[in-house]
């Protein structure tokens, strides 16, 4: 009931069921994602790691998608956006996970 594959494909969610969600705790499963990024004298390669559910509570991820969405996008909007419908793979960068930054616009590309 918990999973972001049932979120995305059960839009009316009762009250009930939000209740039982949030019992359940967020799917945080250990994704292979990672990142290469090219750089002046070499290029820098980034891993998922799965820490990062630690620092942002809102955050939770998708196995069968390999994309990290937010949970409370899922569970509480209506709207549709890139964190209710596609997901994401950007990796934060190490100054946004040692930083303040508790939103999903951490995770935007570019950071």
């Keep these: 009931m918990n999973s972001v594959d049932f979120l995305l494909t059960n839009k009316d969610i009762t009250y009930e069921i939000r209740t039982e969600i ?4 967020r799917p945080i499963p250990d994704l292979i994602i990672s990142k290469t ?3 002046k ?3 820098y390669s980034r891993n998922f ?3 990062v559910y630690d620092r942002f509570k809102w955050l939770c991820g998708c196995p069968k998608r390999n994309k990290l969405f937010c949970l409370i996008c899922l569970v509480m909007s209506g ?4 964190w209710t419908q596609e997901g994401s793979i ?12 508790l939103s999903p616009s951490a995770f935007k590309k570019g950071n």
């Design 90 to 101: 950007v990796l934060p960068s190490k100054s946004v996970i040692l930083g303040d930054s």
């Design 37 to 39: 990024e090219v750089g």
């Design 79 to 82: 709207n549709q956006n890139a």
């Design 41 to 43: 004298s070499r290029n």
């Design 49 to 51: 790691n799965s820490s």
């Design 22 to 25: 949030k019992r359940l705790g």
